[in-house]
Nanobody, 122 residues
Framework: QVQLVESGGGLVQPGGSLRLSCAPS????????MGWYRQAPGKQRELVAT??????????NYADSVKGRFTISRDIGKNTVYLQMDSLKPEDTAVYFC?????????????WGQGTQVTVSS
C-alpha cells in the first residue's frame, strides 16, 4: 500500500522557519509529480507548491502567497520531497498535506499524506 509519510510540522513564531518532509513509499519516485497543499480551518484545501517529476525536469510552481518565502525540493537519493518555509506568517497556519500524482504509465494515480499541522503564532 502506498504511503506518504509527512513530518516537520509544529508551532513557530511569526518570522520563523520550518521544513516539512514527505517520504513516499511503494511508488516510483522519479515519475511522480509531488506537491504540498494546505487547509486552514473553515477553508478549502489550496495548492502551496509543486515540483514536477524527475523525468520532466523537476520544475517548480508556487502559490502567489508563498512565493519568495517557501521552497519545494526533492532529494532523489532519499526519495523525499521537502517544503522549506521561511518568514512564516500567522496566515500560513494550516494542516499541510503532501501529494503525489503519477505520470507516464502511472498517470491518474493520486496519493495524499495524512497531513501535518503548522501553527504560526506568538
Amino acid at each position: 500500500q502506498v504511503q506518504l509519510v509527512e513530518s516537520g510540522g509544529g508551532l513557530v513564531q511569526p518570522g520563523g522557519s520550518l521544513r516539512l518532509s514527505c517520504a513516499p513509499s511503494r511508488i516510483i519516485f522519479s515519475i511522480y509529480n509531488m506537491g504540498w497543499y494546505r487547509q486552514a480551518p473553515g477553508k478549502q484545501r489550496e495548492l502551496v507548491a509543486t515540483i514536477t517529476s524527475i523525468i520532466s525536469g523537476g520544475s517548480t510552481n508556487y502559490a502567489d502567497s508563498v512565493k519568495g518565502r517557501f521552497t519545494i525540493s526533492r532529494d532523489i537519493g532519499k526519495n523525499t520531497v521537502y517544503l522549506q518555509m521561511d518568514s512564516l506568517k500567522p496566515e500560513d497556519t494550516a494542516v499541510y498535506f503532501c501529494n503525489a500524482e503519477g505520470t507516464t504509465w502511472a498517470s491518474g494515480r493520486t496519493y495524499w499524506g495524512q497531513g501535518t499541522q503548522v501553527t504560526v503564532s506568538s
